[in-house]
T-cell receptor
Framework: DAGVTQSPTHLIKTRGQQVTLRCSPI?????VSWYQQVLGQGPQFIFQ???????GRGNFPDRFSARQFPNYSSELNVNALLLGDSALYLC????????????FGPGTRLTVT | RKEVEQDPGPFNVPEGATVAFNCTYS??????FFWYRQDCRKEPKLLMS???SGNEDGRFTAQLNRASQYISLLIRDSKLSDSATYLC???????????FGQGTELSVKP
């Protein structure tokens, strides 16, 4: 079975631009979560979506938004990019909304210049 | 105080050594506990879930002490391939949030 897939793998943007990152969960998983990981730190929770609804949100500004599609894939959008948004963006899928194990995709490495 | 605290290391050990990682968490409402492994510039991979009764998977043993809000991971007979960063993770909160520690770096030398 395919694992979690993310695209693109790498992205370079300039300050002020907008970016869209994509994620497809493991087949049968209905929940997608997004995390930001900067160098030297553990991943930080951004959002969780389950059954196409936002179920949780971390401490990130409104420039960050996401959505989940009927096939459970998801997009993360970041507007008005700042240098500090440079990070590895990880998508994780899980069976449901509860305290399930989450399985991560390979991530999208975003560099903002 | 960080929600999940780990010793960042690095831990440098010879092959065959036994190494223990410790982790504390601050939110007593935490319901699920995990250890993830992360290789350099890769995604975190689930190593094992941690249960109150403790659990073992081959050379890896995890323990949870809810009263002390403490989680541990023991690796026996370390292999070169165990070199990675080990992330202590707690979850079970509303909204599916997982809270990660900053990770403990392990380097196993020949």
């Amino acid at each position: 079975d395919a694992g979690v897939t993310q695209s693109p793998t790498h992205l370079i943007k300039t300050r002020g631009q907008q970016v869209t990152l994509r994620c497809s969960p493991i087949s049968g998983h209905k929940s997608v979560s997004w995390y930001q990981q900067v160098l030297g730190q553990g991943p930080q929770f951004i959002f969780q979506y389950y059954e196409k609804e936002e179920r949780g949100r971390g401490n990130f500004p409104d420039r960050f938004s996401a959505r989940q599609f009927p096939n459970y894939s998801s997009e993360l959008n970041v507007n008005a990019l700042l240098l500090g948004d440079s990070a590895l963006y990880l998508c994780a899928s899980s069976l449901g909304q509860g305290p399930w194990e989450q399985y991560f995709g390979p991530g999208t490495r975003l560099t903002v210049t | 105080r960080k929600e999940v605290e780990q010793d960042p290391g690095p831990f440098n050990v010879p092959e065959g050594a036994t190494v223990a990682f410790n982790c504390t968490y601050s939110n007593s409402a935490s319901q699920s506990f995990f250890w993830y492994r992360q290789d350099c510039r890769k995604e975190p991979k689930l190593l094992m879930s941690v249960y109150s009764s403790g659990n073992e998977d081959g050379r890896f043993t995890a323990q949870l002490n809810r009263a002390s809000q403490y989680i541990s991971l023991l690796i026996r007979d370390s292999k070169l391939s165990d070199s990675a960063t080990y992330l202590c993770v707690v979850g079970g909160f509303e909204g599916g949030k997982l809270i990660f520690g900053q990770g403990t770096e392990l380097s196993v030398k020949p």
